[in-house]
């Protein structure tokens, strides 16, 4: 499966944007968006299974991301409102995930695959 971001960018603190994944070469049936900010690891922010729309998302988000399904294009949609300097980071597409232990877990190297990754920056 070949994973394709976009949409990164940079905003003012309270501002939105909406990231995109697009997936070719296979079907997916689960995704997720991951982020790494400088210093920190990185952090499954929220994942999606294809076939039936169930959503997880981190703590840090709840309530302003929303994850969405666009069959059509076989495309997996991160809407984030309301964002904050503290969300600043690289964002990643990632499939297969998993939620184990409350977290979103993305697939170990070779066993899955990894978008190419999009910046948002979040200024104060």
């Known amino acids: 499966v070949q994973l394709q971001a976009s949409g990164g960018g940079t905003v003012q603190s309270g501002g939105s944007l909406r990231l995109s994944c697009a997936a070719s070469?296979?079907?997916?049936?689960?995704m997720g968006w991951f982020r790494q900010a400088p210093g920190k690891e990185r952090e499954g922010v929220s994942c999606?299974?294809?076939?039936?729309?169930?959503?997880f998302y981190a703590d840090s988000v709840m309530g302003r991301f929303t994850i969405s399904r666009d069959g059509a294009k076989s495309a997996v949609n991160l809407q984030m409102n309301n964002l904050k300097p503290e969300d600043t980071a690289i964002y990643y597409c990632a499939t297969p995930v998993t939620v184990v232990g409350g977290k979103c877990l993305g697939p170990h190297a070779g066993f899955g695959s990894w978008g190419q990754g999009t910046q948002v920056t979040v200024s104060s």
């Open positions: 999606i299974s294809i076939p039936d729309g169930t959503t």
């Open positions: 070469g296979s079907d997916v049936y689960n």
